[in-house]
């Protein structure tokens, strides 16, 4: 009897011994991930570290605040340019994400502004993104006005996959029984690629219009690729006035036809795209 008590006794030192020198903690299992993200972002991401999540804390709060979202999950707001170090301690494990913040260099113009009839209007919007930083998405806020600067219209619209380079149309149609003057466009936040990571894959596909009926996009590779292509209608005198966008996802070597019906009134259409490989990370 006195011996089962001595043996039991040195399992459990033993098993005190092993905890303190042999059992690794949170940090010695911890997993890296890089994000890249914009000044204005906000991110809700959840940690597939299994169990919950236990604390959040950011190196520098003034570039990336984080907290708790849920049991699983935190919310990371990116305040301005910069790095910043965010580690995650849940109960199996810790993840780490080393955030690269940049400020969107998304430019916004307005193309042309049309009286399209009587007091409808067409504003049309350029924008580009000159950075070498694919945007997943992008806001643009609008203000439209007449000659004393009264607002007739501000609102926002929401672009996808702005690669490096890329360019995008958009327009907007008001009624006015004023004449419209001028109107105003920026950019007002962006996400990247938090989930996937994304390259320009725009020579990977093509995109042709037939006629007003149709539009053909082809793949010319295997793999997992939106493109987004915007169908840019002039008039007589060059002003665009009107755009129809259209997305098609591939995930394999092809081509689909989608049916189109484009107004009449256009004379003349271009094509304008872009396209996205994406990966998971």
């Given amino acids: 009897m006195k011996l089962r008590r001595i043996m039991g006794s040195m399992v459990m030192v ?11 903690g949170p940090d010695a299992e911890a997993k890296t991930k890089s994000m890249t993200t914009f000044v204005g972002e906000v991110d809700n991401i959840t940690i597939f570290m299994g169990g919950a999540v236990k604390s959040v804390k950011s190196s520098k709060k003034s570039v990336v605040k984080v907290k708790k979202n849920g049991t699983y999950g935190i919310t990371a707001t990116s305040k301005k340019a910069g790095k910043a170090k965010v580690t995650v301690r849940c109960a199996r494990g810790t ?24 007091n409808l209007y067409t504003v049309a919007f350029e924008i580009s993104n ?46 006015s029984q004023t004449p419209v003057n001028y109107a105003v466009a920026k950019c007002a936040g962006a996400c990247g690629y938090c ?15 037939n006629g007003t009926k149709s539009v053909t996009f082809k793949c010319k590779k295997k793999a997992t690729i939106e493109c987004v292509a915007d169908l840019v209608g002039y008039d007589d005198n060059g002003n665009i006035i009107e755009v129809t966008t259209l997305s098609n996802y591939f995930y394999k070597k092809g081509k ?10 256009v004379k003349k259409w271009k094509v304008c795209y872009r396209a996205v490989q994406k990966k998971k990370r």
């Fill in 256 to 265: 689909e036809t989608r049916s189109v019906f484009l107004s009449d009134k």
């Fill in 14 to 24: 033993l098993a005190l011994v092993a905890g303190l020198v042999g059992v690794k």
């Fill in 95 to 118: 993840m780490i994400y080393n955030f690269t913040v940049k400020k969107a260099k998304l430019t916004c113009k307005v193309k042309n502004i049309t009286q399209t009839s009587g």
């Fill in 130 to 175: 000159p950075s070498s930083v694919p945007m997943e998405k992008a806001q643009v806020n609008y203000g439209i006005y007449d000659a004393s600067g009264t607002p007739i219209k501000e609102n926002n619209f929401v672009l996808n996959h702005m690669i490096k380079g890329s360019k995008a149309y958009y327009t907007v149609t008001v009624f």
């Fill in 195 to 209: 989930d996937y990571k994304g390259t320009n894959a725009k020579k990977k596909v093509s995109v042709k219009l």
